[in-house]
Structures are given as structure tokens and as C-alpha cells.
């Protein structure tokens, strides 16, 4: 498995649709307990410097003879990105991904998010008229 750190592009979209999309009022409040109120662009911010980190983390667990500035970069701003949800769920999984090394899928920023990407998986099966044609049982 190789490890990279993720463009700032992708946990923008994460957070820009947790921030916006009127489905994510669950996930919201999830965050919110765990100290990631995304109420402003700063909120947003702080969140996405954490998830920035913990890739930088991984990616340093994974590699520890390189440093991060040689895989990609250290520097990360955040700036509000839409996406529809299912490029969303792939960027999330993609971060999820790239993030999971060591103990960083340990921690509990990590274990909200692959929460989170379990439920918008779901979310957006249960919309698919296939799922609504399926008999249940």
C-alpha cells in the first residue's frame, strides 16, 4: 500500500458539503460533539488543518526515512469547494485511504469520518430506485 498526502481539494469538498448539504445535519452535530463546530470559514478551517495533519501523520508512518514536505507538501488552505455527494464520498474514502497508516486509524478524528462515510454510503443507496424496487426480506 503506498500513502500520499491528499490535495487540499479533496477535504475541502469533505468539509464544504458537511458545512452546506442539508442531509449532513446528523453528521454536523457528530462533529460538533467531538469539538468541530463548522458554523464559520475558521470552524472549517481548524477541521480541515486536523484532517490535514492526520494524513501528514499517516503518510510519515508510512514512509518515516522521508519527510512529508517530500511527498506533497506542507501547507494547507482551506476554501469552501462544492461537489455533488457522490464525489464527495469518494474524496472521503480517498482521504480515509490515504490516512489509515500506523495507529492514525486509531485515532478519533479518523473513526468519525469512516463513520460518516459508512452513512453517506448508505444515504446514497437508499436513494437509488433499485434499493426502493428491492424487496425487502
Request: charged residues 25%.
Amino acid at each position: 500500500m503506498s500513502a500520499f498526502i491528499v490535495q487540499d481539494e479533496t477535504i475541502n469538498k469533505i468539509i464544504s458539503c458537511l458545512e452546506t448539504d442539508r442531509e449532513a445535519a446528523h453528521w454536523r452535530n457528530q462533529l460538533k460533539t467531538a469539538g468541530y463546530d463548522l458554523d464559520t470559514p475558521d470552524r472549517c478551517k481548524k477541521l480541515g488543518w486536523d484532517m490535514f495533519a492526520l494524513n501528514i501523520r499517516s503518510v510519515n508512518q508510512r514512509y518515516p526515512d522521508r519527510s512529508a514536505s517530500d511527498l506533497g507538501g506542507l501547507n494547507y488552505k482551506y476554501q469552501y469547494k462544492a461537489a455533488n455527494r457522490y464525489q464527495v464520498l469518494k474524496s472521503l474514502q480517498c482521504w480515509l485511504y490515504q490516512s489509515c497508516e500506523g495507529d492514525c486509524n486509531a485515532s478519533d478524528l479518523y473513526k468519525l469520518f469512516e463513520e460518516i462515510s459508512h452513512s453517506m454510503a448508505l444515504n446514497i443507496i437508499a436513494d437509488m430506485p433499485e434499493y426502493e424496487l428491492a424487496k425487502w426480506g
